[in-house]
């Protein structure tokens, strides 16, 4: 069996990580394997991949089969573009300058349209914080208003409570007396 590059799992239950691994075919996924070329966290966003492109360049040359999701990864990273403009230098269809130039043009839009996507993501995060704020405001200052009503109510409702109980002790206050009067005669 050929040589594969592929991923090998690694963390915890629902948080996978992995190493990008060059093992032999028949050995089991997360067995035995020949060289660690990289890894790849899949968890962040974008998805964080570090390799080493020379070595993956190498083992591409050798005739190591990248797995499906391999084959995206080092296509992601432009190590399948690198090998086939390799091809091209070894068969004399391009020079290695020619190759290199187009190599650092595809590797600057690349990164770029990353740095793009990060900057993005973390405005958006930015604008959706800030939305979610104003909107706990809002909710605060209506609450805040409810509160006030209700206490200017309450306040309301007591002084006409005092206003009663003092119109009620000014009539009382009459009584009292006479019936103070009365007592005394």
Known sequence: ????????????KNQPFYHIVVADGRAPRDGRF????????????????VINEDR??????????????????????G????????????KGAL????????????????????ANKKSEL???????AKSRLEAEKKVNEAKAAAVEAKRRAAAEAEAAANAEAAAATEGEAPAAEETAENTEA
């Open 1 to 12: 069996m050929p040589a594969r590059i592929r991923l090998q799992r690694h963390g915890k």
């Open 34 to 49: 020949i060289e660690k070329l990289g890894t790849y966290n899949p968890m962040t966003n974008p998805a964080e991949i």
């Open 56 to 77: 993956a360049c190498l083992w591409l040359k050798n005739g190591a089969q990248p797995s499906d999701t391999c084959r995206r990864i080092l296509s992601y990273k």
């Open 79 to 90: 190590i399948l573009l690198k090998r086939h403009l390799q091809i091209g230098v070894e």
């Open 95 to 114: 020079s290695q300058e020619q190759a290199d130039v187009k190599y650092n043009e595809w590797k600057q839009a690349k990164d770029a349209k990353i």
């Open 122 to 128: 973390t405005n958006n995060a930015r604008n959706e």
